[in-house]
């Protein structure tokens, strides 16, 4: 069965630090572009970076840019998503997706995705 898990969420406070991790099963990393976006609780979902088999990297947020990085490493069918200086509006489940033409979509294209993991709560409080 193919599957991506997320983990690596949790509660912290403002300007702490989070490393979300989304791993395969069933399959290996190489070929898809993987993306991570996320969803606040009433609030539509929010594309945020997304890297491409060959590493290249885009940013479709914003406001997480020089906070949130996105990097892979195929030696662990792993991709990662650093988040940097937390902030109370970065509460959200946060979900990484794959895309086997091993390119990012595009904003507008990140939901049009072939796998998506079950999502990991990120809570961002004092």
């Known amino acids: 069965q193919l599957q991506l898990v997320e983990s690596g969420g949790g509660s912290v406070q403002p300007g702490g630090s989070l490393r979300l991790s989304c791993a395969t099963s069933?399959?290996?990393?190489?070929?898809?572009?993987v993306g991570w976006f996320r969803q606040a609780p009433g609030q539509e979902r929010e594309p945020l970076l997304c890297i491409n088999s060959d590493s290249t990297v885009a940013n479709y947020l914003d406001s997480v840019k020089g906070r949130f990085t996105i990097s892979r490493d195929n030696t662990k069918n792993a991709a990662y998503l650093q988040m940097y200086s937390l902030k109370p509006d970065d509460t959200a489940v946060y979900y990484c997706?794959?895309?086997?033409?091993?390119?990012?979509?595009?904003?507008?294209?990140?939901?049009?995705?072939?796998?998506r993991g079950q999502g990991t709560q990120v809570t961002v409080s004092s």
């Open positions: 997706a794959t895309y086997s033409s091993g390119r990012c979509p595009g904003r507008l294209g990140m939901y049009e995705y072939d796998l």
């Open positions: 069933g399959f290996t990393l190489d070929d898809n572009g």
